[in-house]
């Protein structure tokens, strides 16, 4: 059984949710301190690189709450650098950290807080901006 199941309301890529599954297997398997270097940077990768479209997608429409959304990012980044060091630092304890960092954070942030998001964004995205004349794009929701 996986540690955390893709679900269709997910608003990630799989990606996301095959590296956990990754993780906690290790982990569950006792070599998770072997892979969670490895899958810290690529995390910290994916999650810049998703929050800084999410985050434009947001601002170009205006959306409600955008600055608690930003805190809450800025909140997971700080806690994936601050995982990323105590790794560094030779902690021992850091797989299952992650792992429970990540589990909750697919279940309360992207289960909530992003699906908010998609839910304001997708009757607005067939609708073209008063601005460019273009519809919205709402693929940072989506896509890695």
């Given at each position: 059984m996986a540690y955390f199941d893709w679900a269709d309301d997910l608003m990630i890529d799989r990606g996301l949710i095959d590296l956990v599954t990754t993780l906690h297997t290790a982990t569950s398997q006792g070599c998770g301190?072997?892979?969670?270097?490895?899958?810290?940077?690529?995390?910290?990768?994916?999650?810049h690189e998703h929050v800084?479209?999410?985050e434009q997608v947001m601002a170009s429409v205006h959306a409600p709450r955008l600055?608690?959304?930003?805190?809450?990012?800025?909140?997971?980044m700080s806690d994936l650098s601050v995982l990323h060091s105590r790794y560094e630092a030779g902690s021992i304890t850091?797989?299952?950290q992650l792992s429970s960092l990540l589990r909750?954070?697919?279940?309360?942030?992207?289960?909530?807080s992003d699906r908010k998001l998609r839910d304001y964004l997708l009757p607005r995205s067939a609708l073209p901006s008063a601005r460019d004349g273009q519809a919205h794009d709402t693929s940072a929701l989506t896509s890695p």
């Open positions: 301190q072997e892979v969670v270097g490895r899958l810290l940077q690529a995390l910290v990768a994916y999650t800084q479209r999410e600055e608690g959304h930003q805190q809450l990012h800025r909140q997971f850091t797989a299952s909750d954070w697919l279940s309360l942030h992207i289960r909530r």
